[in-house]
């Protein structure tokens, strides 16, 4: 990825306005591919069905699960955030309570439990989310928050996507060049 990319992230309060982020970015088109989802497995549940393993992958194996996110993911029917935690098409990080999705969910996967051993806010940083913003969004996740980002493909690209963001109640809504 080029350096001078921005990524854009915030967190979103309720399903409404998360799934509506997510349709947006679909639109404009970032595919599930790129695409960075956070959620807690209780936000899951409530939000998106009542079968909280349903479909999960297990990081322990980094095989099974780049393929299933890789393969899952692109082949989602539908381009919603609901269609992307009700069929798993997610990476469950063990001990942390987190479903991820996108690219973000595709580095875990590879690198393993390991790569969470910082906890949430060593994941979100590692993710290039300053760490105020971070514990900020591990905070929302905790409570029933949707942590959405993506790389921006332009700094015009990065200004629209925020701008869109706040639009729907993002908070602590970040544009950088991580």
């Known amino acids: 990825m080029a350096s001078n990319q921005q ?12 799934d509506s982020a997510f349709d947006w970015l679909h639109s404009n088109g970032y595919t599930e591919n790129e695409i960075n989802v956070l959620m807690s ?17 297990d990081t322990a194996s980094a095989a099974t699960a780049g ?11 539908g381009a919603t955030l609901a269609a992307i935690a009700a069929i798993g098409t997610s990476v469950a990080l063990p001990g942390f309570g987190l479903i991820v999705a996108g690219p973000l969910a595709a580095a875990f996967a590879g690198a393993g439990a390991g790569a969470v051993t910082g906890g949430v806010i060593g994941a979100l940083v590692g993710w290039g989310i300053p760490e105020d913003n971070a514990r900020a969004y591990q905070e929302a996740l905790q ?12 700094n015009e690209e990065a200004s629209r996507i925020k701008r869109r963001f706040e639009e729907l ?10």
């Not at 409570?143 to 332009?154: D, T």
């Open 143 to 154: 409570h029933g928050g949707v942590v959405i980002g993506v790389r921006a493909r332009s």
């Open 7 to 18: 990524m854009v992230s915030g967190v979103f309060r309720d399903r409404v306005n998360a």
């Open 169 to 178: 109640h993002g908070e602590d809504v970040i544009s950088c060049s991580c």
């Open 41 to 57: 497995d209780k936000t899951r549940a409530s939000y998106y069905g009542h079968e909280p393993n349903k479909g999960k992958v």
């Open 67 to 77: 393929t299933a996110v890789g393969g899952a993911i692109g082949t989602a029917v």
